[in-house]
């Protein structure tokens, strides 16, 4: 299992990286249909946390409730007291980030390879379907990382290098989180893996779904429809 969390965790790393590329090989199509795979990746958060991660929560742990609903408030707290989101040029007079929302934005990724620790910890079908969602989100999460460095003074030089900080912070969560919950009761195990639901719920719906009501059509909702089907289909095959 140990080896399918560095797998897993490492292309959920390079998909950010996959993200920067696409940003800075085709900008202008990316910027512009960027939405179309944040809708997918919507769709595959949303069911990988309300599919997956939380029946299997449940069913360790009756508490769980408390550990999602802390995640998403956690969560909340960080990005509105440390990480500044991206906006279009014609949306805001200026682009900041700084050290302290780049370090926040480490975290953020971090967290992302817990939840595949955890993932994994429960066994191979949770772990495969929290590291899809986390890829897909990821390299939606490429685009935007890479176009805030890239309009902050302090990062602009070195944009790529960044980048890539931000990236190995997932396999490096992952992996150590894995060693860490060896052992671990299954008590603690359905609190990680409730506060992982919790952050998929978060991202999926705080994050993500805003950008979409910004280029609402038809095809962003089928993309949606088409994410939770493929988790549906995954879990079934994997499950």
């Known amino acids: 299992m140990f080896i399918n969390v560095i797998i897993y965790s490492l292309i959920a790393g ?3 990286i996959f993200g920067v590329y696409l940003v800075r090989r085709f900008e202008e199509w990316t910027k512009r249909n960027a939405v179309l795979l944040i809708s997918f990746a919507v ?5 990988s946390a309300f599919f997956h991660l939380l029946p299997e929560a449940i069913e360790i742990n009756p508490v769980w409730f408390y550990w999602t609903l802390g995640a998403i408030i956690f969560l909340f707290l960080i990005e509105h007291f440390i990480i500044i989101h991206s906006c279009r040029e014609e949306e805001c007079e200026t682009h900041t980030l700084g050290i302290t929302s780049f370090l926040g934005i480490v975290f953020h990724s971090l967290i992302d390879g817990i939840i595949i620790g955890v993932g994994f910890g429960i066994g191979f079908s949770v772990g495969l379907v929290a590291s899809l969602a986390v890829i897909f989100h990821e390299t939606a999460e490429g685009v935007f990382i890479y176009t805030l460095l890239t309009h902050d003074k302090t990062f602009r030089n070195k944009a790529l290098v960044y980048s890539w900080i931000v990236a190995l912070a997932t396999p490096f969560g992952a992996i150590i989180t894995f ?5 671990v009761s299954p008590i603690v195990l359905g609190w990680l893996l409730a506060a992982a ?4 719920i978060y991202i999926g719906a705080s994050d993500l779904v805003p950008e979409i009501h910004k280029k609402y059509n038809f095809l962003n909702m089928f993309l949606i429809l088409i994410g939770i089907a493929f988790v549906f289909v995954i879990g079934k095959f994997f499950g």
Not at 43 to 47: C, N, P, Q
Not at 179 to 183: E, S, V
Not at 197 to 200: C, N, T, V
């Open 14 to 16: 390079l998909s950010t």
């Open 197 to 200: 639901a919790g952050s998929f």
């Open 179 to 183: 060693l860490f919950i060896q052992g």
């Open 43 to 47: 769709g595959v958060l949303l069911a």
